[in-house]
């Protein structure tokens, strides 16, 4: 692929777009960077908080913890956080710098401030909204389809910025992530400058293998990555699945550690990422390939979770564990046909597996994931396939691609309006 071609240039965009640094959980953070950014420019502390969120965002905040609050949960925790000690211009590293002494008045605040949730309906999967007040002063923070995609700003009822409603990365000049293909990733990774994308992959190697080693010497949430290495079958398969969910028990527990993301979500970039590192090094291939390996891996999980969406009740590491199996097949010598039967095998083994929020067993799932990526690899391997008309496969990598997207954004759109739903007010 030629450096100064359209796609070559769009791939490099996407992937500066997509693997960015995260701390935490993202949509606890978005409420933190929502609620710093509101607080900011309010100018002071404020003692009344109200924040508006979409169905998707309360699922994922319910039941995990927030870095950096002393192990504490929830949508008024991470506001909170964002608010007594947020960076507003951090990101997704919004909370990432807190000091010691300044989260200790976490609590006390949460304690004396008036802080009200409150469900939104909106179209938007992804949506949050901050009030914020004091004396007679307020402002008014709204993100919406990305997690720190702010689409207006309000200081005392007036607006003082607002992007044009059906604004999005491609209205922005953002990249157009319908170039990506399975044979052009591929093609990518084989002929890209690595200058051009080395110091994100180098990132992501050096952050999430920090986080999974952290998980299995710590104590955080189930400790599922502990689990499978105690099984004592000191392989490199059993190695890669427990080192991915380390690295989500540790994240899921608070560890105040970053990881660099993909699809906006840290478990996503962890089992994209983690299983190829290991694989790459029990193989002995030179780093040139493990780098090239992971532009497959994480292009191929981007492809296929772009017409999921960011959110959904379609666990995304489905989509990870296929793309951290593609770029397995790729350091092994695998050719475009191997990779793309893998990916095929592995959304046909995996694809019923649910998102019901961000929690502990976020790890066990990426475990599974992860098993059935290499599953698929290695049924190629040995001649064996998925055909077309084989449930939702379809002939063609993409046909497949495509029709597990929207199985994951319209056919499970019910199921997840029920699982939030449950979530809320259970049976």
Known sequence: MERNSETYQTYVEILNR??????????????????AKARSILGDIPDIVKICASGNIIKN???????????????????????????????????????PGVKYHIEPYLAQAEMEVEALDSESLLEVEITVAKGDESAKVHIKDEH???????????????????????????????????????????TCELVDVAEILEKQIRCN?????????????????????????????TKAKAYAAAGSDARMGGCELPVVINSGSGNQGLTTSVPVILYAEEAGVSHETLLRGLLVANLVTLHAKTDIGRLSAYCGVVTAGAGAAAGIAYINGGDRKTISHTIVNTLAISSGIVCDGAKASCAAK??????????????????????????LVLKGVENTIRNYGYLGRVAMHETNTEIIHMMIKPR
């Open 209 to 237: 293998m920090e986080i999974a080693e952290e998980g299995l010497k710590g104590d955080f949430g189930a400790n599922v990555g502990k689990t499978i290495m105690m099984e004592g079958q000191n392989n490199i398969r």
């Open 366 to 391: 990426i475990a599974v994931a992860v098993e059935s990526g290499l599953l698929g690899y290695e049924m190629y391997q040995n001649g064996q396939e998925f055909y077309d008309g084989d449930g």
């Open 61 to 99: 905040v319910k039941s995990v913890v927030v870095p950096n609050t002393e192990g504490r949960r929830g949508i008024k925790v991470a506001a909170a956080a964002g608010i007594i000690g947020g960076n507003e211009n951090g990101g997704l590293l919004v909370i990432a710098d807190i000091p």
């Open 18 to 35: 997509e693997l960015v640094s995260a701390m935490g959980c993202t949509e606890p953070i978005a409420i933190a960077y929502c609620a």
């Open 148 to 190: 720190t995609n702010i689409v207006s700003i309000e200081k005392n009822g007036e607006v003082i910025f607002e992007k044009q409603e059906g604004d999005d990365a491609a209205a922005e000049g953002g990249p157009d992530y319908t170039m990506l293909t399975v044979a052009d990733i591929i093609d990518f990774a084989d």
